[in-house]
């Protein structure tokens, strides 16, 4: 039965005794072995009552295991719902009771925490840790390592991801099978991937960057992953001799500059360093060719659309920009206000349309509608221009959003928190320049004179609620947080006052 994703992600690997995943501990899993476990896990969701369309949400750490229950959802029909394992329950819980989950996988260690708040969302529990481990494995053992693939159409979703919003909570962006297929072909293509290509993974499979850009070419052009479980520079460099290409946000470059074994000999036989998910400074750009003789190839894309532009493979990669529209993918700058389209050259907010472009909020059809238009271009929010030559330079953004380490952190939800606690009048969270991370939270207080601020002890109770990467780095406290006329909060001050905090 058909099901485009499956056959051309997952299924053409049937039989094929080729490495996949190049594991630290030494271990290899072929292709047919990954194939295998994955239908063992598509069985495991099929005996659990689960059918076509119903959503899996996944919190757990990264592991081979983990990866296969994307490639089962794909198989089973099933819409996969990764999340950040730092999510706090609190936070699980909005995400499985918006997203009507019917099944949470979660780690052991989780269980009891989370166990209530899916049985309240009327989704069932298995467990897997971070080796694979978990009631979830135990079922699948016992169950056929083959399974008919679910027919499914381009249209159908095949994934929800979950990013916040500037007000309100998160929205789920539905993605579809077309959505993740076009853009896995399209970058397979102008990034030249082959499957003699062997891809260093040490990104999170919980976001577009490592789960679609990252796993999704790799599956397409046949090629093999070192598969880290998070980024370590030493385990980066141990295997880099025998990777042909490395993604990466930003820290992954400035972290790899950070150390003496990271030399010319070292990467002379690399085929492609990719950098996306924030903004890599120019500067990073120029050491590192300084350094290794490689010009990073940087990209631009986001949670909705998956990849919208690139440098090029072959021809100038100019640092400070993003390059130019993927094919297939239109991008036009637009004002602000009016939606009208921009001369070359002048600074308005970036919008995409294309096959790679989502399906829309689940269950947002307002929120859908301020920022999908009906003739289907996306407002991204991001601010850039087009240079002369055609590249696109993302100058800033329209959104009030703080990229740390490629994490997307929303001032608003942080500062509805800190609102909240005793002794708090108010709050401004910014992001301030960070050298690992780029840039990192802040939280200016103000307090409302009822007890003395333990900035300490509030940073503790903040972190009970919110993923720790979205806890402010540090706290300070003022008499009064500047406003313009309108009253509103301004931040472009703050962010000049506190600019060098993070500095030396
Ligand atoms: C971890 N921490 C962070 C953080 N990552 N804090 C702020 N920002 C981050 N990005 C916190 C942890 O919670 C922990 O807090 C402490 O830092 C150390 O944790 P760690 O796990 O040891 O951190 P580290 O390994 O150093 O991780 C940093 C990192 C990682 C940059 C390598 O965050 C990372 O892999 N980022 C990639 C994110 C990504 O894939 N983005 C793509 C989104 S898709 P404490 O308090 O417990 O000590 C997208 C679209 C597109 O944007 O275009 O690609
Ligand atoms: P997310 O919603 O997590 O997918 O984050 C997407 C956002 O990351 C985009 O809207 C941009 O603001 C930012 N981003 C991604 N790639 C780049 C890049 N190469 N340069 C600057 N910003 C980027």
Redesign the pocket.
């Known amino acids: 039965m058909p099901n485009p994703l499956y056959d051309a992600l997952f299924g053409r690997h049937i039989g094929q005794n080729t490495p996949f995943l190049i594991l630290p501990d030494g271990r290899t899993i072929t292709h047919d072995q990954f194939i295998r476990s994955a239908a063992r896990y598509a069985n495991a969701f099929s005996d659990k009552g689960l059918t076509a369309g119903d959503r899996v949400a996944v919190q757990v750490g990264k592991s081979p295991d983990a990866l296969a229950l994307y490639a089962a959802c794909v198989q089973a029909g099933l819409v996969f719902l990764p999340l950040n394992p730092?999510y706090t329950a609190s936070e699980v819980d909005y995400f499985v009771g918006n997203s009507g989950a019917r099944l949470l996988v979660c780690d052991p260690a989780d269980v009891t925490e989370l166990t209530p708040v899916a049985a309240a969302a009327g989704a069932a529990v298995e467990t897997m840790d971070n080796t694979g481990r978990g009631t979830l494995r135990d079922l699948a053992a016992t169950l056929p390592d083959t399974f008919d693939t679910v027919d499914r159409g381009a249209e159908d979703l095949a994934a929800f991801l979950y990013t916040s919003g500037t007000t309100g909570r998160s929205k789920g962006a539905m993605l579809s099978q077309r959505n993740l297929l076009s853009n896995a072909e399209t970058l397979v293509d102008v990034w030249q991937f082959t499957k003699a290509d062997v891809l260093l993974h040490?990104?999170?499979i919980f976001?577009?960057?490592?789960l679609f850009?990252a796993t999704n070419i790799m599956l397409l052009s046949g090629g093999a992953m070192v598969f880290l479980p998070?980024?370590?520079i030493d385990q980066l460099i141990r295997f880099m001799p025998q990777a042909t290409a490395l993604m990466g946000?930003p820290?992954?470059y400035t972290?790899l500059l950070g150390s003496d074994d990271f030399t010319a000999g070292l990467t002379a036989h690399m085929r492609l360093f990719i950098s996306?998910?924030?903004p890599l400074l120019a500067e990073t750009h120029k050491q590192f060719e300084e350094r290794t003789g490689h010009r990073i190839l940087e990209?631009?894309?986001?949670?909705e659309t998956n990849?919208n532009t690139s440098n090029p493979y072959d021809g100038p990669r100019r640092g400070g920009t993003v390059g130019t529209p993927l094919p297939g993918v239109e991008l036009k700058i637009c004002d602000p206000d009016t939606g009208e389209t921009l001369r070359q050259g002048e600074i308005g907010v970036v919008e995409v349309r294309g096959p790679n472009v989502f399906q829309g909020y689940w269950q947002m059809p307002e929120k859908t509608a301020a920022e999908l238009r009906a003739d289907g271009f996306f407002i991204t929010g991001d601010l850039g221009l087009i240079d002369e030559d055609g590249y696109v330079q993302i100058v800033g953004r329209g959104k009030d959003l703080i990229?740390?380490?490629?994490?997307?952190i929303y001032p608003k939800e942080v500062e509805q928190v800190l609102d909240d606690q005793p002794g708090v009048l108010e709050s401004a969270v910014i992001g301030v320049a960070h050298g690992d991370?780029g840039e990192?939270?802040v939280g200016v207080l103000v307090a409302d004179g009822s007890r003395d601020l333990d900035l300490e002890a509030l940073s503790q109770t903040v972190?009970q609620s919110l993923?720790?990467?979205k806890?402010p780095?540090k706290l300070v406290v003022v008499d009064a947080l500047p406003r313009n006329t309108m009253g509103k909060v301004q931040k472009n001050l703050l962010r000049e006052t506190y600019a060098d905090l993070f500095k030396g």
């Open positions: 730092g040490a990104l999170p976001h577009t960057h490592g850009v998070k980024l370590d946000v820290t992954f972290r996306g998910s924030a990209r631009y894309g986001m949670t990849m990229i740390s380490g490629g994490y997307n991370l990192a939270p972190a993923a720790r990467f806890c780095r």
